[in-house]
Nanobody
Framework: VQLVESGGGLVQAGGSLRLSCAAS????????MGWFRQAPGKEREFVAV????????LYADSVKGRFTISRGNAKNTVYLQMNSLKPEDTAVYYC?????????????????WGQGTQVTVSS
């Protein structure tokens, strides 16, 4: 089981980035998929979640209206479109997979994690 994130980088405030997470090793079509982030000196926090069908999404208040989570047609890829980025969005972003259909925002409910991708937003 492997999750691989890509798409991070350095961007100016107000800019956009699109993160991708490719899942392999199992069929993830029935998994809840989430994005979390961890800034230096802080705990890993929930960003967004999408249900196994792609029909339901939920966002942290801090990113609502700016970020969009989606799944690829094959359901083994999940994306995070990030617009209107702010310096406080700077963090390592992690993709995570929950093998149940609990549609959870709890970090501990996710069984599989990627290695993370760095997003840095300059002011």
């Amino acid at each position: 089981v492997q999750l691989v994130e890509s798409g991070g980088g350095l961007v100016q405030a107000g800019g956009s980035l699109r993160l991708s997470c490719a899942a392999s090793g199992r069929t993830f079509t029935s998994f809840t998929m989430g994005w979390f982030r961890q800034a230096p000196g802080k705990e890993r926090e929930f960003v967004a979640v999408i249900s196994w069908s792609g029909g339901s999404t939920l966002y942290a208040d801090s990113v609502k209206g700016r970020f969009t989570i989606s799944r690829g047609n094959a359901k083994n890829t999940v994306y995070l479109q990030m617009n209107s980025l702010k310096p406080e969005d700077t963090a390592v972003y992690y993709c995570a997979a929950d093998p149940t259909r609990s549609f959870t925002i709890r970090r501990d409910d996710y069984a599989y994690w990627g290695q993370g991708t760095q997003v840095t937003v300059s002011s």
